[in-house]
């Protein structure tokens, strides 16, 4: 251990057996997914863990090998202010069904990886927690088509899976933002400023549509923001009149200058 500047060393002996935390990001990619994996990969390291990051998400949780790489902490040294996500994110049909889980059960264990951080979106902790409930019957199997012995898997009888949301949507329920959504807002108000000063030029009215699926938060926050005349959001739809409320509204904004 370098204790003059806090960094581990590479390769340092274990003393016992470590705890080998690995992080992935899947879905589509969201502002912050790299402060997530820096996070969790020095946090481990602080805590005498062993970090592991598992690159293209669920595709290379499948595929083993390379794709899953022992991470130190100056490996992630100047993620913070990285857009996308430097480990990648894939989709990966293989997953869906249940012998890509099982394979991705074995390289877990290959790997002696036995906790898992994911940031992802919906479908990516759906997947997720499916995998957890199914996780001691994947022991077995692998077991019973001999790919693994009992002895192999008797280490790792519990999968601890931690979500975290990384979603530009903001549509989890009691959590008070999703990973990505402010920075997401930031950019479509600066959008937004760009397109208005060719709308006050030509003295038109323009259609702006944002992300979010079935949550209104980005589209009433940026509204908001940017002093928008109308905003249609899935939580409230507009009345059957809307058309009419609407160029009412945005006449009544034109007279006013």
């Known amino acids: 251990m370098d204790f003059a500047n806090g960094i581990p060393t590479p390769g340092e002996p ?13 879905g589509g990619d969201a502002p912050g997914m790299n402060g997530v994996v820096r996070a969790v990969v020095r946090m481990s390291i602080a805590k005498g863990c062993d970090a592991f990051g598992v690159y293209e998400g669920y595709e290379g949780l ?12 100056q490996d992630v040294r100047g993620w913070l202010s990285e857009g996308g996500t430097l480990i990648g994110t894939a989709r990966c049909k293989a997953f869906y069904e249940r012998p890509g889980r099982l394979q991705a059960a074995k390289n877990m264990v290959i790997k002696g990886i036995d906790a898992l ?3 992802g979106g919906d479908g990516s902790l759906t997947g997720a927690d499916k995998f957890r409930a199914e996780w001691p019957g994947l022991l077995k199997e ?7 012995s009992a002895e192999e898997i008797e280490p790792y009888q519990h ?8 979603s530009i949507d903001n549509d989890m ?32 009215a323009f259609v702006i549509e944002v992300m979010g699926r079935h949550c209104g938060w980005l589209a009433l926050m940026a509204g908001l923001s940017t002093g928008a005349d109308f905003v249609f959001i899935p939580e409230n739809p507009p009345s059957v009149d809307w058309q009419n409320q609407m160029c009412k509204i945005i006449t009544k904004a034109s007279l006013k200058g």
């Open 14 to 26: 274990s003393t016992g057996k470590k705890r080998r935390i690995g992080v992935m990001t899947s």
């Open 117 to 119: 951080v994911i940031c």
């Open 159 to 166: 999968l601890n899976i931690v979500g975290l949301v990384g």
């Open 142 to 148: 692998l077991v019973e088509k001999k790919e693994l």
């Open 173 to 204: 329920s009691s959590t008070d933002a999703t990973i990505g959504c402010y920075s997401s807002l930031g950019r479509i108000c600066q959008s937004v400023d760009y397109i208005d000063a060719t709308a006050f030029s030509h003295q038109r």
């Open 62 to 73: 499948v595929r083993g090998g390379d794709y899953i790489k022992q991470m130190y902490w």
